[in-house]
Every structure is written in C-alpha cells, then in structure tokens.
C-alpha cells in the first residue's frame, strides 16, 4: 500500500457511510453533467453536502476520488463457479466491460492517462484492477482444470489482455457503443477458449453466451461506423475507416 494511502486510512475519526455515499453520488452525477476534464473537488463537496475537509480526508486529489468511485475494493473480488469454462469467463467479461462501459464517456481515457501519471495510483490500479482480474483468472483456469476442461493452460496475465484490450479499444478508439458489445464478445470467448483448449460451444442465450448485462443491440453508437456487424471494416477510396 502507497504511503499516501497509509496516511489516509489510519487514524482519526470513523469515516461516516453515509458521507461516503454522498460523494460517489456526486461524483457520478457531475461526471455525467460536466464531464472529467471539468470536474472539481469543490463541486462535489457542494452537491454531496460536506465540507471540502471531508473529502481531503478521504482522496487526496480528484484523480484519486474518481478511482474510489469507479473502482471500488469489492471489484472482482471473487470468482464464483458458474459450472463451466465459458461461463465463469463471461461473468468476468461482463465485469470488465460494464467497468468500462458504465462511467459517462471520456471518463475512462482520462482516468487512465492520469493513472499513468501518478505513480501511486498506477500502483493501486495494478493491485485493485488488473491484479485482481488475474487472480479471478487463475482461479477460473484452476476450476476448468480440475473440471477436466483445458488442453492447454494460458498465462492469466495473456489472457487478461486478450479480455481487457480488445473492450477499451471497442468503446475508446473505435468509439463503438456499449450497445454492440455482445457480437465482440462472444468473438473474445471463442478466442479465450481456443487459446485454452475449451470448447466453444455457447450452450444458448445465458450468462455463457457472452453477452453483456444489461445492453442491447439497439443502443445508440458513440459516434463510430459500421454496419451492426462485427468484424473489419473495409478501407478503401471514399469508404472511410
């Protein structure tokens, strides 16, 4: 744990819940009005109801109090046994893209390029993010294992970055919207499974099919092109990228 945060959670006062609350509440909200580049500690102090100490007591700058809201300690802290391969993958899927997908858009790209900034934060995004998402894998591959299900066994951390990778480049360089994200990702659990020896068989429309809670097919797009089709597009004179 950072110094920072040491000096953070030790010592003085209980924190209050329900001041907790309030301030990932507001976080929320003003990420949706005004965005993350506008967003201040000030302006949420106001809408939560605290005084600007009792946020100080909690994040130190405004980076750090967007990270707690977004990715709170219980993210992906378990792996519960959904009975196969395929589908302890999509529930992580699932994680990972509504971990994406759910903040108002520009949030993530521009909590990331702060992350990688601030040594510190990048130090708990390590641990609370991306090494928790490999310790879920390992134990996901552990279970396939015993089931008797993998030929092959993956690096966790490759397989992370075959689940993580493709999602941020969808929403964020692409500018697809979350609403399309089904078709990627049973592509990515075909994928996952090839490079585990699994069988690829989605077994019908449930949590092992890949889609994504909660989206639709018929969401509005964030501003890319295509066809509603996933796949390449193609290039070419006047056809665009």
Do not use: C
Request: net charge neutral.
């Amino acid at each position: 744990m950072s110094a920072r945060r040491q000096a953070g959670s030790q010592g003085g006062r209980p924190r209050d819940s329900r001041v907790d609350e309030a301030i990932a509440s507001a976080v929320r909200e003003l990420l949706t009005e005004v965005g993350y580049l506008r967003l201040t500690m000030a302006e949420v102090a106001a809408r939560a109801g605290v005084g600007k100490a009792a946020i100080y007591r909690r994040h130190a700058t405004k980076q750090e109090m967007i990270f707690d809201v977004l990715l709170p300690d219980r993210f992906l802290a378990v792996a519960p046994d959904r009975g196969s391969l395929r589908a302890d993958l999509a529930a992580v899927l699932t994680e990972i893209a509504d971990s994406m997908a759910a903040p108002p858009q520009g949030t993530v790209p521009g909590l990331l390029a702060d992350i990688h900034a601030d040594p510190a934060l990048r130090e708990r995004f390590d641990e609370r993010y991306l090494g928790a998402q490999r310790q879920t894998l390992t134990e996901i591959l552990d279970r396939a294992a015993a089931r008797g299900e993998l030929t092959a066994r993956p690096d966790p951390a490759a397989l992370n970055a075959l689940l993580v990778g493709p999602v941020f480049a969808w929403l964020f360089l692409l500018s697809e919207s979350p609403g399309r994200l089904p078709a990627l990702t049973s592509a990515l659990l075909d994928a996952a499974l090839a490079l585990s020896g699994g069988s690829s068989d989605n077994g019908g429309s449930g949590p092992e099919s890949g889609h994504v809670h909660g989206a639709t097919e018929e969401s509005p797009r964030r501003g890319g092109r295509g066809d509603g089709k996933f796949g390449p597009r193609r290039i070419g004179p006047g056809g665009g990228a």
